[in-house]
């Protein structure tokens, strides 16, 4: 702390009554209901935003790739029912890389799909198996910033990367309940050290550096501050704040990259702010985060809030913290 004309401005304390406390994303707006017309959902269940901050939403149920503007403006639809080049069954996860390029976890397919941003077929890889490149059920897929493509195989419990056209990199993970193994792992975030993944049915969350080598972990069943009711998507902002979607109790809880418990909030319900089943969450430009609420078959958007340091006088703090 600094002292300056008689004012002090806090910026490091361990007083027993901080001056301020974190702050959850304030609600912005929503978009989307259910139905299969433009901007209408059936179970969207996966969102990322693009560098030019445009989001695009796996609609699963309508078998379908929607794009939106940052405001929830419809622009665009790609996909139809099938497994032709560029058709879908139950798309689960949707990516864009720092180029524009989609990447859709095709999941009834058992494969990946890429495609330009307006939604033209580039190429596709996977087929239905155990072998590396093959896929039982792939749920999310995430554009590292290293350029490779991570998904989580799911059924396989373990994670697979490729290179951005479909070339096989590495694997990791396997059943179980240990260290570095799965049981239906789900939603997948990559920063530039670490890989993080929502182990679905074990209730937790495991860090991994870009090898696939165990970090940590955290995370139980329940529905206490860092327990989790199956935990589905998950982002990580610049801060190092970690944004899980935590899906049978109706929230969303932010830790921090070593997995200590920051905040919880939402509830059950389909007012502002409130959540059916949140399924994935993704962050874009200007501290926007943006969650698939998937049972209200909508997108709400939230912006981040900044933790501003308050000056206070002398004698404020000695009022405030004044013993009895």
């Known amino acids: 702390m600094s002292l300056s004309a008689g004012v002090l401005f806090v910026t490091l304390f361990t007083f027993a009554a901080p001056l301020w ?93 890429k495609f330009n941003a307006t939604g033209s077929f580039i190429t596709k890889w996977g087929t ?76 937790r969350i495991q860090k991994f550096d870009l090898t696939g080598a165990f970090i940590l972990k955290w995370g139980t069943l329940g529905a206490g501050d860092g327990q989790f009711n199956l935990p589905g998507g998950l982002a990580v902002n610049a801060s190092g704040t970690v944004y899980v979607t935590d899906l049978q109790n109706d929230r969303i809880e932010e830790f921090n990259t070593s997995g200590t418990f920051l905040l919880s909030w939402g509830s059950q319900g389909n007012l502002p702010g409130q959540f059916a089943s949140p399924a994935d969450v993704a962050l874009g430009p200007g501290g926007a985060v943006y969650f698939a609420d998937s049972d209200n078959d909508r997108v709400q958007k939230f912006v981040e809030s900044t933790v501003a340091v308050t000056p206070i006088t002398w004698g404020q703090l000695k009022d405030r913290y004044a013993h009895p």
């Open 21 to 113: 406390a974190l702050d959850p994303p304030v609600y912005e707006s929503s978009f989307g209901q259910s139905g299969n017309g433009n901007g209408q959902f059936t179970i969207p269940f996966a969102i990322s935003v693009a560098p030019n901050g445009d989001v695009y939403v796996a609609d699963l149920g309508n078998d379908r790739i929607q794009v939106f503007d940052a405001n929830g403006v419809f622009k665009l639809k790609f996909g139809t029912s099938g497994a032709g080049d560029g058709q879908m069954s139950t798309p689960n996860g949707v990516a864009v890389d720092l180029s524009g390029n989609v990447y859709v976890a095709d999941t009834g397919n058992n494969r990946i799909q």
């Open 128 to 203: 239905a198996g155990t072998g590396n490149g093959q896929f039982n059920t792939p749920y999310r897929v995430a554009a590292g910033p290293d350029g490779n493509i991570y998904v989580t195989d799911a059924f396989n419990n373990r994670i697979q990367v490729f290179t951005n056209t479909g070339g096989f990199v590495l694997k990791f993970g396997s059943g179980g309940t240990g260290n570095g193994q799965f049981n239906e792992p789900c939603g997948i975030a990559v920063t530039a050290d670490a890989i993080y993944v929502s182990d679905l049915r074990n209730n």
